[in-house]
């Protein structure tokens, strides 16, 4: 198994673009999350998905939008980049099978600067 | 939102050394996490943890569960260089938003050689 993978592992952006954020697991897990991790901080919850064709907000969600067609793939879009999201962004999902819904399995990350 | 304390920011030590981290919340959560995140990585779940007063161990590491369910420590013994990163906790409430953790800001471990 490969996990849980991200393209591109960096990018930079001029204010006002657009781009998607790809991220796929092959562990059939139905919850999948976004986080964004800003220097010196912790990961903030952007978008989670608890399956294919649902998904809901997290903590910052503005800015981003989302989209779960399939089990395996979750990609993040950002419609007209602005400086304030610049950051480092991950892909994580876990499996919920009865049990708590805990060890998330994260990706590389993308790292995104917006100029 | 729900916040978690997590101290200290930042430790140098010198390997060999013992390390201990905790992490503090106002609120109760039913389940804590260690993670680890070295450079350029994703972040590495170390130990969950899911009774209040639990104690767990993995290798070095040993990790315990707050009886208020409102914190939890991470110690590390016998440091050695590759120990080096951030570590991040994390907690898990039960129901509506179970599915979501809320993360500390990480302690950053740096190991003198």
């Known amino acids: 198994n490969a996990g849980v993978t991200q393209t591109p592992k960096f990018r930079i952006l001029k204010i006002g673009q657009s781009m998607t954020l790809q991220c796929t697991q092959d562990m059939n897990h139905n919850y999948m999350y976004w986080y964004r991790q800003d220097p010196g901080m912790g990961l903030k919850l952007i978008y989670y998905?608890?399956?294919?064709?649902?998904?809901d907000k997290g903590e910052v969600p503005n800015g981003y939008n989302v989209s779960r067609s399939t089990t395996e793939d979750f990609p993040l879009r950002l419609e007209l980049a602005a400086p304030s999201q610049t950051s480092v962004y991950f892909c994580a999902s876990t499996l919920l099978a009865g049990g708590p819904v805990n060890e998330q399995f994260f990706g590389p990350g993308t790292r995104l600067t917006v100029l | 939102g729900q916040q978690l304390n997590q101290s200290p920011q930042s430790m140098f030590i010198q390997e060999g050394e013992d390390v201990s981290m905790n992490c503090t919340s106002s609120s109760i959560f039913n389940t804590w996490l260690w993670y680890k995140q070295e450079p350029g990585e994703g972040p590495v779940l170390l130990i969950a943890?899911?009774?209040?007063?639990e104690l767990t161990s993995n290798g070095r590491l040993t990790a315990q569960f707050g009886i208020t369910r409102k914190d939890s420590f991470l110690n590390i013994s016998a440091s050695i260089p590759s120990d080096v990163g951030i570590y991040f906790c994390?907690?898990?409430?039960?129901?509506?938003?179970?599915?979501?953790?809320?993360f500390g800001k990480g302690t950053k471990l740096s190991v003198i050689p």
């Open positions: 994390a907690g898990q409430t039960s129901g509506a938003g179970s599915y979501q953790l809320t």
């Open positions: 998905s608890v399956g294919a064709g649902i998904t």
């Open positions: 943890l899911y009774k209040a007063g």
